[in-house]
C-alpha cells in the first residue's frame, strides 16, 4: 500500500510539474503575441526613429516595464533618454541635364534615372554648372598594388565617370577583402576624386545593382538619420556621387570613344579599360534638406541583490524602431525587429519575477538602428551605466525561420569566458543550435558591423548577437505579424534571460581576453 501511495503521488508531483511548464509557455506566449500585435500593428505606423509610431511604442515599452517591476533609467527621472537627430536629404525636383557638342540638352529625374549617394549631403555650390565628363576606369588608387586609374589624368573642375566595384589586378580573379573595402566601397572612390580636385562623380552600376535599382532607390531617397551635433565649422563641401540607370548611361555614351556595351563587358570581366575625355558636359541640378528631430531610447534596470555588484550591469537590448510607411504602404516590421522588442520584455519579465541577481539588469531599447545604429551609439556615448556594464546581449530579429536554429555572432571577439558561457546552457536547455556562420570575420555580410551590439563591443564590452537570418520578407511590407513563430521567440528570450542571470551571478567580471577579431 506504501508503495501505490509513493507512486501515486510521484506521478501527481510529475503531472503537476508538466502543467506549471505548459501553463508557463502558455503565459509567455500569449504576451509575447500580444506585444507583437500591437508593435507591429498598422497604428504604429513602422515606428520609424522620429516619428508618431515611434513615440507611441516608446510609451508601450515603458508601461510594460513599469508593470513588470523595471525602474525608469532615462532621463530625469524617466524611461527615456531623448536626443535630437539630424534629418536630411536629396529634394525630390532634382535633375541630371546632360548637353551635347551642339548645346542640346536632355533631362533626367532622379529616382527614375539616376540616384544621389545621400550618405554625404552635396553641397550646392556644384549644381547648375555645365561641367567637362572624363571617364577614369574604376576610380581606383591603391598603392599596395601599383595602380592607379588617374595616372597621367587631371581631372580638376571636372566630372570623373567610373565603373562600380574592382578591377582584375594581375590577373587575380580574387583580391584580399581587406584591399577590397579599402578601394571597391563609393566612399573610396568619392574621396579620390574630391582630392583630386573633381566637381561630380558619375557611377556605372553593374547587373546586380540594376537589378535592385528598387531597393536602392528606397534606400537613396529616403532621408538620413544622424545624431545632431551644434553648429560646427565644416571646411569640406562634398561632390555630388550619382549612380546613374541604363538610360542615362546610353545617353551620355552614345557617340563617344566608348559606349555602355563596352563599358558593361568590362564591369562582367573585370577588366581594365583606359581612360577617355566624354564630348557631352553634365550639369547637376539638385537641392537638398536638413532639419532636426527628436528621438528617444527606452531604458529600465532592476537593481541587483548584492550591495557591491549591483553596481555593476548586465544589458539586454533590441532595436525597437523599424522603416516605417512609405505613401500608404507601412513597414510593420514584425520580425525586424518586433520580435527582438518582445523577446526582450519576455526575458526582463522572467527576470523581474525571480528577482535572483546580483548585479543590475538594464533593458535597453535603441531607435534609429534602420538609420546606422544611431540610438545605440548614442546610448554607449551618454550612459553613465555604459563603463560598468559587464555584457550586452542583443536580440534583433528571432521570430522566423528555424524554430531549432539561431544564429549567434560575436560571442568570443571578447571573451572566451562568455562564448563558454552560451554554449554550455544551451547545450544544456537544448534551446537551440547555434549556427556560427556568420561569426567568420571574412564574412561578406559584416553582420557583426550590422546592430547595435556593435556599439558596446567598441566600448570593449563583450556582447553577442542572436539573429534568424530571414530574407525573404526583409525590409518589406510583408514583414508581418502572421508569419511569427511565438515559440522560437519564447526560446530565444529564455536562452537570454539564462545568459543573464548566469553572467549576473558570477562571482567575478565576465573576464574580456581577447581582441575583437572582427576588426
Known amino acids: ?193 574630391q582630392n583630386r580636385g573633381a566637381v561630380g562623380l558619375l557611377i556605372v552600376p553593374g547587373d546586380e545593382m540594376l537589378a535592385n535599382w528598387d531597393r536602392f532607390s528606397g534606400w537613396m531617397m529616403s532621408p538620413s538619420f544622424r545624431v545632431h551635433e551644434e553648429e560646427k565649422s565644416i571646411s569640406e563641401k562634398h561632390i555630388p556621387a550619382v549612380l546613374l540607370n541604363e538610360k542615362t548611361i546610353e545617353n551620355l555614351l552614345d557617340g563617344e570613344k566608348h559606349g555602355y556595351a563596352a563599358l558593361k563587358e568590362c564591369l562582367t570581366s573585370n577588366s581594365i579599360p583606359g581612360s577617355f575625355k566624354i564630348k557631352k558636359k553634365v550639369s547637376f541640378s539638385y537641392s537638398t534638406f536638413r532639419e532636426i528631430r527628436e528621438a528617444r531610447n527606452v531604458i529600465g534596470f532592476l537593481e541587483g541583490s548584492d550591495d557591491i555588484l549591483k553596481n555593476e550591469f548586465v544589458s539586454i537590448g533590441a532595436h525597437y524602431d523599424h522603416l516605417g510607411k512609405s505613401e500608404e504602404v507601412i513597414f510593420n516590421g514584425a520580425d525586424d525587429n518586433g520580435s527582438g522588442t518582445v523577446g526582450v520584455l519576455e526575458a526582463v519579465r522572467t527576470i523581474s519575477e525571480a528577482r535572483s541577481n546580483k548585479r543590475s539588469i538594464v533593458a535597453v531599447f535603441h531607435t534609429a538602428e534602420e538609420k546606422g545604429l544611431q540610438g545605440a551609439k548614442y546610448a554607449t556615448e551618454n550612459s553613465n551605466f555604459i563603463k560598468n556594464t559587464v555584457v550586452n546581449i542583443n536580440i534583433d530579429m528571432v521570430g522566423r525561420k528555424s524554430e531549432d536554429s539561431i544564429h549567434c555572432i560575436g560571442s568570443d571577439k571578447l571573451s572566451a569566458e562568455l562564448y563558454d558561457i552560451i554554449e554550455s546552457i544551451n ?6 543550435y547555434l549556427d556560427y556562420r556568420f561569426n567568420d570575420p571574412d564574412d561578406p555580410n559584416r553582420y557583426y558591423y550590422r546592430s547595435d551590439h556593435l556599439y558596446y563591443a567598441n566600448k570593449n564590452i563583450p556582447i553577442v548577437f542572436f539573429y534568424d537570418y530571414m530574407q525573404e520578407d526583409y525590409h518589406k511590407f510583408t514583414d508581418t505579424v502572421e508569419k511569427i513563430n511565438f515559440k522560437k521567440i519564447m526560446k530565444a528570450a529564455r536562452l537570454a534571460h539564462d545568459i543573464a542571470l548566469k553572467i549576473a551571478n558570477l562571482d567575478h567580471k565576465l573576464i574580456v581576453n581577447k581582441k575583437d577579431l572582427a576588426n
Not at 532622379?110 to 574604376?138: H, T
Open 1 to 193: 500500500m506504501k508503495n501505490r501511495i509513493l507512486l501515486i503521488f510521484c506521478i501527481t508531483n510529475l503531472l503537476i510539474g508538466t502543467l506549471t511548464a505548459q501553463q508557463k509557455d502558455e503565459i509567455a506566449i500569449t504576451n509575447i503575441k500580444a506585444n507583437l500585435e500591437f508593435l507591429a500593428s498598422d497604428e504604429l505606423e513602422g515606428r520609424e526613429a522620429t516619428s508618431r509610431g515611434e513615440k507611441i511604442a516608446s510609451l508601450f515599452i515603458a508601461s510594460e516595464l513599469q508593470k513588470i517591476g523595471f525602474k525608469p533609467f532615462g532621463d530625469s527621472g524617466s524611461y527615456f533618454q531623448k536626443f535630437n537627430m539630424d534629418v536630411l536629404g536629396i529634394n525630390t525636383n532634382s535633375q541630371i541635364k546632360i548637353v551635347n557638342k551642339k548645346g542640346d540638352a536632355t533631362q533626367f529625374n532622379i529616382d527614375a534615372d539616376f540616384l544621389i549617394d545621400k550618405r554625404n549631403l552635396p553641397d550646392e555650390s556644384f549644381a547648375n554648372k555645365d561641367v567637362e565628363v572624363v571617364f577614369a576606369g574604376y576610380g581606383l588608387t591603391a598603392d599596395e598594388l601599383n595602380y592607379d586609374d588617374y595616372k597621367n589624368l587631371d581631372v580638376t573642375g571636372k566630372v570623373v565617370l567610373v565603373l562600380d566595384g574592382m578591377p582584375k589586378v594581375d590577373n587575380e580573379e580574387e583580391l584580399n577583402s581587406q584591399i577590397r573595402r579599402n578601394y571597391g566601397r563609393w566612399s573610396s572612390k568619392i574621396t579620390n576624386a
Open 427 to 432: 547545450k544544456e536547455k537544448k534551446y537551440f
